[in-house]
């Protein structure tokens, strides 16, 4: 039986893949779940798996081929078994390379019979230093033009307009993305400051010894995706998706997706079933994570899946701020950076490291009133961290 190797969907409105390599070539052997070929999306790039053993056959798409999802690139048949007869495959999008444009000579400016005023020799001087008349202001008797003008606009300097910004194609797909976001998901946020003194603490005393059990470094992201998650399990509806004509989809496990900056915008990296993972796992597959996302060789389990997002920008200096929902999920929460400020600490001004947190959540899944019991169930959550990662 011959099995159809497609060009798959590995994110949201996903529309095409380039095929960077065949890892293997027509007529060879392969075994089921052998790396077959390499793909790019417009984040990411993976390797795509055999879906079958056998010898892959009617190869449809070459390397550097922009192939539609869904269509048919390629069959894997037993041994002696020819690949299904197909109706001619459509072209593929585009390829890697494309010939240069034809080029054409460049149009010649006819001069006009009511050119500017000029004298003869200004005339022979601008023909020769490649003056444009036009743009030349005449100084002498009645405006005309005189050799001394058009000598001294060769003199100087052109300002040259700078081209316009072209945008990549994935920093055109998050335009693309979050437009739709903020444009369609009825977006409503709550704030909240929380004193962050014990998650500090919580770093400093468990981090020794993560960091040398498993060789990684503990970081507050780490600490708030557990606590998250955790919080998470006795909030489902925040854990939720909103399902299009089906409504509210609930889901059984807790995927913390962190949003990772990368070249030209912004991916999310999810850690599944962070609810029941300890805090040495976590940081451990953030890191693999933000490695792989920096290389660009994220795999399509590593961007799928997710069911809740942090957007951490503490890092960066930022205080607060708003994050835009990835939909089909619920919500994101933004974490700004911990600050010391002054606040009220038993009836009198004390100084301690706050933390901004700022929930964005789809009016449609939850309620104002259950994103504000989630919010304050986390903040208790950071306000007391060992009761809820032992």
């Known amino acids: 039986m011959a099995f159809s190797v497609v060009m798959p969907a590995l994110e949201m409105a996903q529309e095409t893949g380039k095929i960077l390599a065949w890892l293997k070539r027509e007529g060879d052997p392969i075994a089921k779940g052998e790396m077959l070929l390499e793909i790019e999306t417009d984040k990411i790039v993976v390797e795509l798996e055999a879906p079958a053993g056998g010898i892959l056959a009617g190869v449809k798409s070459r390397e550097g081929d922009v192939v539609p999802v869904g269509q048919t690139i390629a069959w894997i048949v037993a041994p002696g078994e020819q690949p299904p007869v197909e109706d001619a495959a459509p072209a593929p999008v585009a390829r890697a390379t494309t010939a240069e444009p034809a080029r054409t000579a460049p149009l010649q400016e006819r001069p006009s019979a009511e050119g500017p005023r000029?004298?003869?020799?200004?005339?022979?001087?601008?023909?020769?230093?490649?003056v444009d008349l036009s743009k030349v202001r005449g100084t002498g008797p009645g405006g005309i033009i005189s050799a001394e003008d058009v000598l001294a606009a060769a003199e100087s300097p052109t300002p040259v307009a700078a081209p316009p910004e072209t945008l990549s194609a994935t920093a055109r797909l998050m335009a693309e993305r979050t437009t739709q976001s903020w444009t369609q998901t009825p977006h409503f946020f709550l704030v909240r400051e929380v004193d962050a003194g014990a998650l500090v603490e919580a770093r400093e005393q468990l981090g020794p010894a993560i960091e040398r059990d498993r060789q990684v470094r503990l970081t507050q992201t780490d600490l708030l995706v557990a606590l998250v998650a955790r919080v998470l399990t006795k909030h489902p509806k925040m854990n939720a998706s909103w399902d299009g004509a089906a409504g509210i989809r609930l889901h059984p496990s807790v995927n913390i997706s962190v949003a990772m900056a990368v070249k030209d915008g912004v991916i999310g990296a999810v850690i599944p079933n962070a609810s029941a993972s300890g805090l040495g796992d976590i940081a451990v597959q953030r890191r693999d994570l933000t490695e792989r996302a920096r290389a660009g060789r994220l795999r399509p389990a590593d961007i799928t899946g997710g069911t809740f997002t942090i957007s951490n920008l503490g890092m960066y200096g930022v205080d607060g701020f708003s994050a835009i929902?990835?939909?089909?999920?619920?919500?994101?929460?933004?974490?700004?950076?911990?600050?010391?400020?002054?606040?009220?600490?038993?009836g009198r001004p004390g100084i301690r490291p706050?933390?901004?947190?700022t929930l964005s959540s789809d009016h449609r899944v939850v309620d104002g009133?259950?994103?504000?019991?989630?919010?304050?169930?986390?903040a208790g959550a950071i306000r007391e961290p060992q009761k809820w990662l032992h």
């Open 354 to 357: 706050m933390l901004t947190l």
């Open 118 to 130: 000029a004298s003869p020799k200004a005339r022979r001087i601008a023909q020769e230093r490649g």
């Open 325 to 346: 929902i990835t939909p089909p999920q619920a919500a994101v929460l933004a974490v700004g950076r911990i600050a010391d400020r002054v606040v009220p600490v038993d």
């Open 369 to 378: 009133a259950q994103a504000a019991v989630f919010l304050s169930d986390l």
